[in-house]
């Protein structure tokens, strides 16, 4: 059974940085792109960030670029979510997915963890 479990979700000031964390199990880690995405209260869910199998590769929408940074550590099955300058407009559920090939992607995700709350405030 595939199990994605993050953490690391929180309330903080406009400014400033949070870390995500995301611990698969269940599936050969290494093997496989991961992915980041959020939903806002009222919105749908968005592509945030993806990390191909070794950390080669990665995408990043637009809103986050410059200020996010997907990373993993295969050692330990984690991948990361790097959060600084962050701005009320992130406030969202963040959710890690695993994807079906060793590629990074906006798409092709077939696991999903349950997600952490990141409440920025003004």
């Known amino acids: 059974q595939v199990r994605l479990v993050e953490s690391g979700g929180g309330v903080v000031q406009a400014g400033g940085s949070l870390r995500l964390s995301c611990a698969v199990s269940?599936?050969?880690?290494?093997?496989?792109?991961m992915g980041w995405f959020r939903q806002a209260p009222g919105k749908e869910r968005e592509f945030v960030a993806s990390?191909?199998?070794?950390?080669?590769?990665?995408y990043y929408a637009d809103s986050v670029k410059g200020r996010f940074t997907i990373s993993r550590d295969n050692a330990k099955n984690t991948v990361y979510l790097q959060m600084n300058s962050l701005k009320p407009e992130d406030t969202a559920v963040y959710y890690c997915?695993?994807?079906?090939?060793?590629?990074?992607?906006?798409?092709?995700?077939?696991?999903w963890g349950q997600g952490t709350q990141v409440t920025v405030s003004s």
């Open positions: 997915a695993i994807r079906g090939g060793s590629g990074a992607g906006t798409s092709g995700y077939d696991f």
């Open positions: 269940g599936r050969p880690f290494r093997s496989y792109g």
């Open positions: 990390i191909n199998w070794n950390g080669g590769s990665t």
